[in-house]
T-cell receptor
Framework: GAVVSQHPSRVICKSGTSVKIECRSL??????MFWYRQFPKQSLMLMAT?????????EQGVEKDKFLINHASLTLSTLTVTSAHPEDSSFYIC????????????FGPGTRLTVT | TQLLEQSPQFLSIQEGENLTVYCNSS?????LQWYRQEPGEGPVLLVT?????EVKKLKRLTFQFGDARKDSSLHITAAQPGDTGLYLC????????????FGTGTQLKVEL
């Protein structure tokens, strides 16, 4: 149980276009989902926390108008990278949890975004 | 500011050797987790430690949470090539829900 999927696994887009990444909890209801960004050979950096039905909370330095997060249901959150540029190329990972202190996060397999 | 510093950053060893990875912070965490991540995949949870001084074993891996819940270590005995990967510690701050702060990461390579 506790499976999280991401789609697409890889995407290549042209500079200036927008890309949407989906994160789904397949066998549980995720009250909270997290979006991370990871550069090669580096750790995960939290971008934002989203709770179902409310606005996402962004970490300091993350542009909320550039990285649009929607958590419209208990099994789906989306991250849209708007007006993508080459520097947005990265590995984006989501995680999902039922929320609350000490509750485990379940991680998706990640999405590799390349902006040309 | 990176709250969780891991050391070493890189480690290349021969099969059969032992190693220890450290995860240090000046902050207290309510729980700390260790993950292993392979290239192009999401991190996979290895263990969660909650109590100060707690020691958990997972086959050849031994995890310890510091008494003050500010640091942790991962010890691998008789490393194997399959242990190769990026090891990440991640801590949950008291009152922070289950939001995690990830450590800087340790890239381990075990060669034959």
């Amino acid at each position: 149980g506790a499976v999280v999927s991401q789609h697409p696994s890889r995407v290549i887009c042209k500079s200036g276009t927008s890309v949407k990444i989906e994160c789904r909890s397949l066998d549980f209801q995720a009250t909270t989902m997290f979006w991370y960004r990871q550069f090669p050979k580096q750790s995960l950096m939290l971008m934002a926390t989203s709770n179902e039905g409310s606005k996402a909370t962004y970490e300091q330095g993350v542009e909320k108008d550039k990285f649009l997060i929607n958590h419209a249901s208990l099994t789906l959150s989306t991250l849209t990278v708007t007006s993508a540029h080459p520097e947005d190329s990265s590995f984006y990972i989501c995680s999902a949890s039922t929320g609350g202190d000490g509750v485990e996060q379940y991680f998706g397999p990640g999405t590799r975004l390349t902006v040309t | 500011t990176q709250l969780l510093e891991q050391s070493p950053q890189f480690l290349s060893i021969q099969e059969g050797e032992n190693l220890t990875v450290y995860c240090n912070s000046s902050s207290v965490f309510s729980s700390l987790q260790w993950y292993r991540q392979e290239p192009g995949e999401g991190p996979v949870l290895l263990v969660t430690v909650v109590t100060g001084g707690e020691v958990k074993k997972l086959k050849r891996l031994t995890f310890q949470f510091g008494d003050a819940r500010k640091d942790s270590s991962l010890h691998i005995t008789a490393a194997q090539p399959g242990d190769t990967g990026l090891y990440l510690c991640a801590g949950a701050r008291p009152g922070g829900g289950n939001k995690l702060t990830f450590g800087t990461g340790t890239q381990l390579k075990v060669e034959l």
